[in-house]
């Protein structure tokens, strides 16, 4: 009979996420088995919050991940409203820091063990959960007590969809007026557009219908930046390049915290947002973040029963309805161009510009998450 390596924790997934679970138990005594995948993803620019920093700083991560900080943040949409959210209201030194996917990752797994196996399946039993592995045509077995599933959650079809029928190009900008620490995101008709500082350019994340997607691939690289400049506005100049444009299909996804017996999802396995707000990641640190606090104060045969089971679902779930109602609020109520509505969206824009408490409770919760609130 062929031994199965046997450890208490599975963590599946190759992302960020599962990466900072494996990081934040690494020399416990939880012994962890990070099952990777291929690394198969399309690199782009991510917005890290000041919470977020402070996590990847306590996993000792922070200091090698080059980052570019966000001092101030304007919001605005096509036509009437904006506010504004500086750092210094706060008593902080970023609200946030933008990096590169690819770069955070490699930093995260560079300092945690991993296989590049795929989870095939599972099966749950009283006291343990039994994976089946692959890479190419070999196959392995593994026992643990818990399977974390930290997979970004494609794959999974039990899981509410919200198709948001929008597309998000992604690419890099350079602008004839940049302004230093200043994230944009303006709201237009067929959603939300980012430019976020990124070194000497821009990370762009512009969202729009598909039909649009396909007619700005298509566009000359000058043309792509005339109708940028039309939608953005004339507050950096103009656009002077751009680097290659990739798309990703907007959806909302979400299923349960507890699929199964002995198994907890975190990160995009639980829920994948729209990128409104770069909440994504965010939600996902904090979710491997408190699975680990939990993990590490849990006598052995605590670990994936159902009683710990329940407790971190319930421990998140504030944290998680949260995140996603807002950034589902966001891209519903602000993609369309009603009049009423329109109006109504610069008066609320207008009214938090006006209202610091308001502005206030609202970058907490971007920053911090919800269970930071008093
Ligand atoms: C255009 C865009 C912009 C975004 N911008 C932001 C932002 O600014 N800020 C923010 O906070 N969030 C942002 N997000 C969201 C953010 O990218 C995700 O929330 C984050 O990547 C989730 O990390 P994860 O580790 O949970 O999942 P993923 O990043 O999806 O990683 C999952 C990993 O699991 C691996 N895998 C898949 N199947 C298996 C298997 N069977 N076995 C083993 N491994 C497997 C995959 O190869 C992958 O490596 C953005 C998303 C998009 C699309």
Same mark, same amino acid.
């Given at each position: 009979?062929?031994?199965?390596?046997?450890? &208490?924790?599975? #963590?599946?997934?190759?992302?960020?996420? /599962?990466?900072?679970? $494996?990081?934040?138990?690494?020399?416990?005594? *939880?012994?962890?088995?990070?099952?990777?995948?291929?690394?198969?993803?399309?690199d782009r620019p991510i917005a890290l919050s000041y919470g977020s920093r402070l996590i990847l700083e306590r996993l000792g991560a922070w200091s090698s991940v080059r980052s570019n900080p966000i001092q101030t943040?304007?919001?605005?949409?096509?036509?009437?409203?904006?506010?504004?959210?500086?750092?210094?209201?706060?008593?902080l030194p970023a609200l946030g820091y933008v990096t590169a996917y690819s770069e955070l990752v490699a930093q995260l797994a560079g300092r945690t063990a991993a296989s590049?196996?795929?989870?095939?399946?599972?099966?749950?039993? &009283?006291?343990? #959960?039994v994976l089946r592995l692959s890479? /190419?045509?070999?196959? $392995?077995?593994?026992?643990?007590?818990?399977? *974390?599933?930290?997979?970004?959650?494609?794959?999974?079809?039990?899981?509410?969809?919200?198709?948001?029928?929008?597309?998000a190009i992604v690419a890099e900008v350079t602008a004839e007026h940049p302004r230093?620490?200043?994230?944009?995101?303006?709201?237009?008709?067929?959603?939300?557009?980012?430019?976020l500082p990124f070194e000497d350019r821009y990370a762009l994340v512009w969202s729009v219908r598909p039909a649009s997607?396909?007619?700005?691939?298509g566009l000359s690289d000058s043309d792509f930046l005339a109708r940028l400049r039309e939608i953005f506005g004339g507050r950096l100049g103009g656009f002077t390049s751009v680097g290659p444009r990739s798309t990703f299909p907007l959806s909302l996804r979400y299923g349960k915290i507890v699929p199964a017996a002995r198994v907890l999802a975190i990160g995009n396995a639980a829920q994948t947002l729209h990128p409104v707000a770069g909440q994504g990641l965010n939600l996902g640190l904090r979710?491997?973040?408190?699975?680990?606090?939990?993990?590490?104060?849990?006598?052995?045969e605590e670990i994936g029963a159902p009683r710990f089971l329940a407790r971190y679902a319930r421990s998140r779930s504030l944290d998680r309805y949260a995140g996603i109602g807002l950034t589902d609020f966001l891209v519903r109520i602000f993609?369309?161009?009603?009049?009423?509505?329109?109006?109504?969206?610069?008066?609320?824009?207008?009214?938090?510009?006006?209202?610091?408490?308001?502005?206030?409770?609202?970058?907490?919760?971007m920053i911090f998450g919800a269970r930071a609130l008093p």
């Open positions: 009979m062929i031994e199965l390596q046997e450890v &208490d924790v599975a #963590i599946a997934g190759g992302g960020p996420v /599962g990466c900072a679970l $494996a990081l934040a138990l690494s020399g416990s005594a *939880v012994s962890v088995a990070r099952i990777a995948g291929e690394a198969d993803f399309a943040i304007h919001v605005s949409q096509q036509g009437f409203g904006r506010t504004v959210m500086h750092c210094s209201d706060y008593g590049a196996q795929s989870l095939k399946d599972w099966k749950s039993a &009283d006291n343990e #959960i890479r /190419g045509e070999d196959e $392995a077995g593994m026992r643990a007590r818990l399977l *974390v599933l930290a997979d970004g959650g494609q794959n999974r079809r039990t899981r509410n969809v919200r198709d948001y029928r929008q597309q230093a620490g200043v994230a944009w995101e303006r709201f237009t008709a067929e959603g939300p557009l980012a430019l997607a396909v007619e700005l691939l979710d491997a973040w408190e699975l680990a606090q939990m993990l590490l104060d849990a006598a052995k993609s369309n161009s009603l009049a009423p509505l329109a109006l109504a969206r610069g008066a609320g824009l207008a009214g938090l510009d006006a209202v610091p408490p308001a502005r206030r409770f609202l970058a907490r919760r």
